[in-house]
């Protein structure tokens, strides 16, 4: 099994650019969430989705959309990105709320 | 709103020693959990508190849970350098998981 894998690992962009996120996890979790990570902060939650076609905002979900199209993937998508998105991006899994999340490697976002 | 914070948000601590990390939350949950995150990796899942008055160890790291007071401990026995690390705690609020600050771990020899 390879848990929870995010791609990219590392992206840059420029200020107005757009870009999207892959999470996917082959564990056949129902939940999946991404968060932001910031220097100093713990993580704060944007998004999540209780089950395949379903999505939820979180904590800080201005400025993102996300969409669970399958039950194994979950993207995050920067319409038009800002340098406060500059970020590390984690996602996360769980087979019910009960459950600690299995999170993902992260992705390293800089947005100039 | 739920809120989550931690004290200390750092602790620099001699090796062999004990000491508590606190988390209080701030709305009712019978739910939490502690994550350890290394310096540039990803949250490794350390325990899960499902119910007042419960009780996780696993080496030198126990948690437990208040949910009366709202509040969660870790506690580290004979603290060594391993240890080092940001630990989280985590409340879980309607499907949502909210973290606290984080404590920044040091052990030193």
């Known amino acids: 099994n390879a848990g929870v894998t995010q791609t990219p690992k590392f992206r840059v962009l420029k200020t107005g650019q757009s870009m999207t996120l892959l999470c996917a996890q082959d564990m056949n979790h129902e939940y999946m969430y991404w968060y932001r990570q910031d220097p100093g902060m713990g993580l704060r939650l944007i998004h999540y989705s209780v089950g395949e076609g379903t999505t939820a905002k979180g904590e800080v979900p201005d400025g993102y959309n996300v969409s669970r199209l399958k039950k194994q993937n979950f993207l995050l998508g920067l319409e038009s990105a800002a340098p406060s998105q500059t970020s590390v991006y984690f996602c996360?899994?769980?087979?019910?709320?009960?459950?600690?999340?299995?999170f993902g490697p992260g992705t390293r976002l800089t947005v100039l | 709103e739920l809120k989550v914070e931690q004290n200390p948000l750092f602790l620099s601590m001699q090796e062999g020693k004990n000491y508590t990390i606190y988390c209080n939350y701030s709305?009712?949950?019978?739910?939490l959990y502690w994550y350890r995150q290394d310096p540039g990796k990803s949250l490794e899942s350390l325990f899960v508190?499902?119910?007042?008055?419960a009780v996780k160890q696993e080496g030198r790291l126990m948690a437990s849970l208040d949910t009366k007071a709202r509040l969660s401990t870790l506690h580290i026995t004979a603290a060594v350098h391993d240890l080092s690390a940001t630990y989280f705690c985590?409340?879980?609020?309607?499907?949502?998981?909210?973290f606290g600050t984080g404590t920044r771990l040091q052990v030193f020899p």
């Open positions: 985590a409340v879980d609020n309607t499907d949502k998981l909210i």
């Open positions: 508190l499902l119910s007042n008055g």
């Open positions: 709305t009712t949950s019978d739910r």
């Open positions: 996360a899994s769980s087979y019910s709320i009960l459950q600690g999340r299995y």
